[in-house]
Structures are given as structure tokens and as C-alpha cells.
């Protein structure tokens, strides 16, 4: 659990906003390398790992690596920057945040994402009635510039990536704080599976493909499928608060999300192992949410599809999770495959 959460830590600290992947993608394939299974690299910028199992049919295992964050849309006259959302993500889950900006020679600025009115002494009962929307927030970056021709000068440009920080944090209760759980704690898992596999020596009772998708928070994630896959599980977060049966310690089967029921035969197979291997498990239908999975069905495979994952609190904000949902996730999965 140790090295798993060190290497959690080291993926969250690597920027990945959609569309800015290559970075992490790039650390999940050395790692994966390193284990020798072969990889297939895909156009658009994702990659699957292969295990041989015992019969060819497959088993797709995805996670993703992309996350939320933003993208310059204006250089502002007073040498402060417009930007716009890239995925889901609520201005107020990320105000007062601070970011980087990347700029496409590689540059790398340090800002914060502040309100337009931020300053009580300045501002008064304004700064608490300001709705937060695309036109009232804005970025303040740590350089001397006071218009748009200085933000120029310093090579920044619209279209720029924005990344924002994770702020991760660790418990001694064992609770996971951090920005981008989602899903980033669902690819270590992947990976620690397959050190598992390997270590144990375990064949998989069907070939396994490990696939790290890029787009899933736009909804065309998992593209290339290999032919022989019949089983598609999303390996992705259950979100807990008021009407959820989801918690921080246990993992999340989905029952349906806001586009699909998931298999139904497939749902129960998975419960039941669970309750036979006395993994804390709990069954939940998540209406704003689609995974990996349910996007794949619309592209019309013939597929049984699922989608499991630990329970995490205030998804695509401040997120948090505890150590226990991700072990009940990895022994969920190191039961299936087998
Ligand atoms: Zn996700």
C-alpha cells in the first residue's frame, strides 16, 4: 500500500488537463515497461498494456488520466487572463486555487485563479453575492504585468494550458486528500494489478488489456478497442454525499449512470464475488456521471459493460478518499481477473 500511495502522489503531481496528457501518460508506460508486458500505443495518445490469459477473449480494465482544468480564452487589457473550463469543472471548486499556466514553448508560469472581485476591504458584501461564472473569475499570474501586451512579451498566448494544483494530502487516518483522484487513483491501481499479476504469477482467465484513456472527461475516451474484448470494465470513481450509498471506504459498483444501466449479469457477478471474498462493496446508480464504458457502448460494440471504482468525496472539487476504498477496488479486481 506504501509504494502505491507514493506513486499516486507522483502521478497527482504531474499535470494532465485534457488534452495535456503526455506527460502522465508517459510515466504510466515507463512504469508499465518497466514490468515487460507489451504495450500498444494509440494515435490519439492513449495506450493498453497486454496480459495473456488463458483463452483470447477479452477483458478491458480502463482508467483515465486526464483531468479537469482550463485554457486561456483572452489576454485581459489590465494583465489579468480570461480563461475557459476544460470538463466539468465548477469556477468555485477551484477558487483561490493556485495553477500553472503552460505555454507552447514550454514555458511554465505560476498563477491563481481569483474572483474579479476578491477583496472584502475593497469590494464589501460583492465579493459574496459575485456568481461565479466564465466572465467573473480571472487569472492572476506572479509576474509584473499590467496589460496584454506584457502577458505577450512573456510568450503566453490563448490556448494555453491551464493546470491547477492537486494540493494533495495525506492522513494519518488514512484519508487521500487532493484534486484529481478522479481518476488518477484508479491508474495506480491498474498498475499495482498488474505488479500483482506478475509477482503472484497469476494468468488471467482471460487476455487483459490495461487501458489508460485521455478524453474520458469529454466522453469519447476509449477508442481502438482490441477486436477479441468482450468484457469492458471503467475503473473509475463512485462519489459519495447526500443520496449515495457510496463511501470513502469501500468500492463502488455501478448499477447505472446517467446514460446507461450497466450489465446487468456482469453487476451481479461482480457483487457477488465481493461478498464471497468479504470485500466491502456497495451498489450505486450516479445520475451526472457517464464513464469510459457507457461512451464505448454508444460507438456500438458488442460489449458487457461495467464500471466499479473507491468511493470519493466532493468529486471534481477538493476530492477525498481513504486507503481501505482503494484496497476493496484492487482486491475487487485482483478476484475478477482470475
Ligand atoms: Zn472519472
Redesign the pocket.
Known amino acids: 500500500m506504501k509504494k502505491m500511495i507514493e506513486e499516486l502522489q507522483e502521478l497527482l503531481s504531474i499535470p494532465s488537463p485534457i488534452g495535456y496528457t503526455d506527460e502522465a501518460v508517459d510515466y504510466l508506460k515507463k512504469a508499465f515497461e518497466e514490468l515487460d508486458y507489451p504495450i500498444t500505443d494509440l494515435k490519439k495518445g492513449s495506450f493498453y498494456a497486454t496480459i495473456p490469459g488463458k483463452v483470447e477473449e477479452g477483458l478491458l480494465l480502463g482508467a483515465?488520466v486526464d483531468t479537469l482544468g482550463a485554457m486561456v480564452r483572452e489576454l485581459k487589457s489590465n494583465g489579468r487572463i480570461k480563461a475557459i473550463p476544460l470538463g466539468g469543472m465548477p469556477w468555485s471548486g477551484v477558487e483561490g486555487e493556485n495553477l500553472q499556466i503552460h505555454t507552447r514553448d514550454k514555458k511554465r508560469y505560476t498563477g491563481t485563479l481569483m474572483p474579479i472581485k476578491s477583496s472584502v476591504h475593497i469590494h464589501g458584501d460583492d465579493v459574496r453575492k459575485l456568481e461565479r461564472t466564465t466572465d467573473s473569475v480571472e487569472i492572476r499570474i506572479d509576474e509584473d504585468v499590467s496589460s496584454k501586451e506584457d502577458l505577450e512579451k512573456l510568450g503566453i498566448s490563448i490556448g494555453d494550458i491551464v493546470s491547477f494544483s492537486p494540493r494533495t494530502q495525506l492522513t494519518d487516518s488514512g484519508y487521500i486528500k487532493s484534486r484529481y483522484l478522479?481518476?488518477k487513483s484508479c491508474c495506480i491501481i491498474l498498475l499495482h494489478l498488474a505488479r500483482r499479476i506478475k509477482e503472484e504469477g497469476i494468468t488471467p482467465r482471460k487476455t487483459l488489456h490495461l487501458y489508460f484513456s485521455i478524453y474520458?472527461?469529454l466522453g469519447h475516451g476509449l477508442y481502438g478497442i482490441p477486436e477479441k474484448v468482450d468484457e469492458l470494465i471503467s475503473v473509475?470513481?463512485g462519489c459519495v454525499g447526500e443520496g449515495q450509498s457510496s463511501t470513502e471506504k469501500t468500492v463502488t459498483i455501478f448499477a447505472k449512470d446517467g446514460k446507461s444501466p450497466y450489465d446487468y449479469n456482469l453487476v451481479t457477478q461482480l457483487t457477488s464475488l465481493a461478498k464471497e471474498k468479504e470485500i466491502p462493496y456497495v451498489i450505486d446508480v450516479i445520475e451526472f456521471y457517464g464513464s469510459d464504458a457507457t461512451a464505448a457502448l454508444s460507438q456500438g460494440r458488442d460489449l458487457r459493460v461495467a464500471c466499479l471504482g473507491p468511493g470519493v468525496e466532493s468529486t471534481h472539487h477538493y476530492e477525498r478518499t481513504h486507503e481501505d476504498a482503494l484496497k476493496a477496488t484492487m482486491d475487487l479486481l485482483h478476484a475478477f481477473i482470475q
Open positions: 483515465h478522479d481518476d474520458e472527461e473509475d470513481i
